[in-house]
């Protein structure tokens, strides 16, 4: 995480040791220390506080922002502050909404606010023929073992497929999707969840329908190994998910 600087540059000279406590305590030592809680968890946990307390200053605007940065998407505060409704009143969402679109911005683009992982990387053209949707591509590693982010727009999904002679495993990392192999029920996809896929089992994946879905596929190595694109997953059956 970024240095902060907030205090030194706020009340640098005026209240010095508060704001070393800010910067240098809080933010360097709270902020950075080593927990179980993802840097998207504790800033979703921080403006949530912020907003029950009825804070709708810049301290909040900040927060907003850092939750953007570390990889809440628009639609995950919007369906935070929705929530937070309920609990820290409907006053309290009305006011935190003008900042919400401040940060995020009515006109960008869904893509400038889904922040996964491994980075969205580059749109996934050269295999475009083969998605419904669009979706983006980040080559992490080539030599030995191949390893790819894989990033699906909401609606996004791949074509049934098969992979001949070497499987491959997804490692689920952002959003929600959906993975299915022939035969079988589909299998809702979070993060932390893994996928192993063996040889010549037809299967397809992809981002559940409202939702952006990102994962790591690996490469198993194999002899001769090779892909074999089939059919679209229909459109009626994947709707109804």
């Not at 030592?29 to 804070?55: D, H, Y």
């Not at 727009?153 to 022939?182: M, V």
Request: hydrophobic letters at 35%; charged letters at 20%.
């Amino acid at each position: 995480m970024e240095k902060q600087q907030a205090g030194r540059k706020s009340l640098g000279d005026f209240a010095p040791q508060f704001a070393h406590l800010n910067d240098d305590i809080l933010f360097g030592e709270v902020w950075s220390r080593e927990t179980q809680l993802s840097l998207k968890n504790r800033s979703v946990i921080t403006l949530t506080a912020l907003i029950t307390k009825g804070i709708f200053d810049n301290s909040l605007k900040y927060h907003i922002q850092n939750a953007k940065n570390n990889g809440v998407t628009k639609t995950e505060m919007v369906e935070i502050i929705t929530h937070l409704a309920f609990y820290a009143g409907w006053p309290n969402a009305w006011a935190a909404f003008p900042i919400v679109k401040e940060v995020y911005g009515q006109d960008s683009t869904a893509a400038e606010t889904f922040a996964p992982l491994f980075g969205l990387g580059e749109p996934n053209n050269g295999f475009a023929k083969y998605f419904s949707g669009k979706s983006y591509l980040n080559q992490l590693n080539t030599e030995g073992l191949g390893i790819f982010n894989v990033t699906f727009e909401p609606g996004c999904r791949n074509n049934w497929h098969i992979h001949h002679k070497g499987g491959q495993i997804l490692l689920c990392t952002d959003g929600l999707g959906w993975y299915q192999e022939e035969g079988k029920q589909p299998r809702k996809l979070s993060p932390g969840d893994v996928v192993y896929i063996a040889p010549e089992v037809k299967h397809w994946h992809g981002a559940a329908k409202d939702q952006w879905f990102s994962h790591v596929a690996m490469e198993i190595p194999a002899k001769d190994a090779s892909n074999e694109w089939c059919e679209p997953v229909d459109n009626d059956f994947y709707d109804s998910l």
